[in-house]
């Protein structure tokens, strides 16, 4: 009777909680002192192996932001990257000067995938080939990290993420490499703020004729977009609150020049806001140098050409910071070279940010550029997918079941409209045509000819980074329901519909802080404010973009530290 008792509870209890059937259960029944061994044939790994296998190369802004917001449980999903940390790179001028310290800024990758709940491995190596054709990619381990001399290993993926980002864009201009330093990484914004206070103390001295001070207190910002002129006024600001009391004898001896190849500096902004940080910067004793295009950096000096006068002037300098755009990582130039993508900044994708050759690799963030179809390329076919009666006209009715899916499919349509004051489609087709809706294809070409000016390439933001990563992470998500069950526009060049909507970037707006307490923004609507009150409003974005709640206590402390006891000099 036991035996039999002691069967059927064992049965049941394995029925109803098959996780025990993992583990090996022995019982030693007391009575006769036999054993009973229960052990699941099936191996512990069996689920994991249906498992689809996704690398991530990199942990930027894009990287992070899929990590974070994957949510399905049938990936095995590695990352790897150089660094174990996300780095909040808006705040990188805020560090170089001591507003911000580089710990508050930064979260560990491993706290960032442990509680997005899905199965995250994490490696710190470098990815300096990927295979497309064998689906492997081949990576190598950080010098430090080296076991056994074991550091080069491959990986297999189903799905490829590249987030490598960019680097920073030198234009082959000679002596940049050697002499300038850049400022997209923590390490490199650390060196900008030792090597500022080491050229105050060498200023210091006491035998330094004055010459060699104002040399060496020379600082040379190129680059007129957001991360220059706000590390231009960060350091201005550090200058003048905290090394002006500290070094009294050399406040007078501090210049910084500020070069911008083109018109104007903060190009991307609304005219009134370039207007005013030009006049600001004025004002606070930046030189600020439009139309200079640097030909060469030397160790002392700079060379520029000034496009005016077609003069080549020279500026002493101690310190040169290049802040002049990104260009691609060698190793992501090497993968283009293998899918035929050349002569182009960034890797190309579609709008469902796959890359152009491929099908299970995916580029999003600074290393990708969206190439976005134009609508006279696929017009032919649009007028066909629409006249279902093959009566060579479209009327209203027929053109109305399409719209939706030509809006989605093609971005710059809703964006001309919009900028006509256009309501719908079927507005654009009358502005064409006035007597009548129905319309031919010659008709409807003449409609649609000009939308495709509208079309523009993405900037390369945290901003555009982040929504891409959230918009693959979701596409992740549900990969399966959408196999199903597709919800994207029709597929005018093939049959049926495209199994996700296409990523549509959503600006919501952009920030240039310029100094003393005044920032400067451009918010959707054309509302720009400019002024104390916004600089707060900077101070408020900027906490709740953190990524965890341990850094946006950090980063609050350290402005109100430098509010009560000013920026930190010492050179750890």
């Not at 992070?64 to 790179?89: E, Q």
């Not at 501090?254 to 070069?259: P, R």
């Not at 000034?306 to 101690?318: A, K, L, M, T, Y």
């Not at 899916?405 to 006509?420: E, G």
Request: proline content about 3%.
């Amino acid at each position: 009777m036991r035996w039999s008792s002691f069967y059927h509870t064992a049965s049941r209890v394995f029925n109803e909680y098959p996780s025990w059937s993992k583990s090996v259960v022995v019982c030693t029944v007391i009575s006769s002192g036999g054993l009973v061994a229960y052990c699941d044939a099936k191996p512990e790994y069996a689920n994991q192996s249906q498992k689809k296998k996704v690398v991530v190369l990199g942990t930027g802004w894009a990287g992070t932001s899929f990590l974070k917001n994957m949510k399905s449980n049938s990936y095995d999903i590695h990352v790897v990257l150089p660094r174990n940390y996300f780095a909040f790179t808006p705040l990188l001028p805020s560090v170089t000067c001591g507003t911000v310290e580089a710990r508050s800024v930064v979260e560990p990758i491993r706290s960032i995938t442990r509680k997005s709940g899905v199965n995250i491995h994490f490696s710190e190596a470098e990815c300096y080939k990927i295979d497309n054709k064998n689906n492997k990619v081949y990576c190598r381990a950080s010098k430090d990290k080296k076991l056994g001399g074991q550091e080069d290993f491959s990986i297999d993926y189903d799905y490829l993420v590249i987030a490598m980002g960019g680097r920073s864009n030198t234009f082959n201009t000679p002596g940049v490499q050697e002499h300038a330093h850049f400022l997209k990484e923590v390490d490199e914004a650390l060196k900008i703020r030792h090597t500022v206070v080491d050229l105050f103390e060498r200023a210091s001295l006491p035998s330094l004729p004055v010459e060699e001070k104002k040399k060496l207190l020379s600082f040379v910002v190129v680059g007129g977009g957001p991360t220059g002129v706000e590390f231009a006024a960060e350091l201005h600001d550090f200058v003048l609150e905290d090394m002006a009391k500290l070094y009294p004898s050399l406040k007078d001896y501090v210049k910084i020049t500020l070069l911008e190849a083109g018109d104007h500096i903060l190009n991307m902004f609304d005219k009134r806001i370039t207007e005013f940080a030009e006049q600001k910067f004025a004002r606070d004793g930046i030189d600020v140098r439009l139309g200079s295009m640097v030909v060469k950096v030397g160790e002392n000096e700079i060379t520029a050409k000034e496009r005016s006068s077609g003069q080549i002037v020279s500026i002493p300098h101690g310190m040169v910071v290049w802040s002049t755009g990104i260009g691609a990582r060698p190793e992501v130039v090497e993968f283009m070279k293998q899918l035929g993508q050349v002569n182009r900044r960034a890797l190309v994708t579609d709008e469902w940010l796959r890359v152009e050759g491929s099908d299970n690799i995916y580029a999003l963030g600074d290393c990708a550029t969206i190439n976005q179809r134009r609508v006279m390329e696929d017009i032919a076919v649009i007028f066909s997918k629409a006249d279902k009666n093959n009566s060579g006209k479209l009327d209203l009715q027929e053109f109305k079941e399409v719209v939706g899916d030509i809006i989605d499919r093609y971005p710059q349509v809703d964006i001309y409209l919009k900028k006509n004051q256009m309501k719908d489609m079927a507005s654009l087709l009358k502005k064409s045509q006035e007597s009548n809706i129905i319309v031919d294809i010659e008709y409807f070409k003449e409609a649609l000819s000009k939308v495709d000016s509208q079309m523009k390439n993405l900037p390369a933001t945290a901003q555009v980074a982040a929504q891409q990563g959230v918009y693959l992470a979701n596409c992740f998500n549900r990969m399966e329901e959408c196999e199903k069950y597709p919800e994207g526009p029709l597929r005018f060049r093939g049959v049926g519909r495209h199994r996700f909507r296409p990523f549509r970037y959503k600006h919501l707006g952009q920030f240039a802080p310029l100094g003393g307490e005044q920032t400067a923004a451009q918010l959707p609507g054309d509302w720009i404010s400019i002024g104390q009150s916004t600089q707060w409003l900077w101070y408020s974005v900027y906490t709740s973009k953190q990524v965890s709640w341990r850094t946006r206590f950090l980063v609050v402390g350290d402005w109100g530290r430098r509010f009560i006891f000013g920026r930190d000099s010492s050179k750890i």
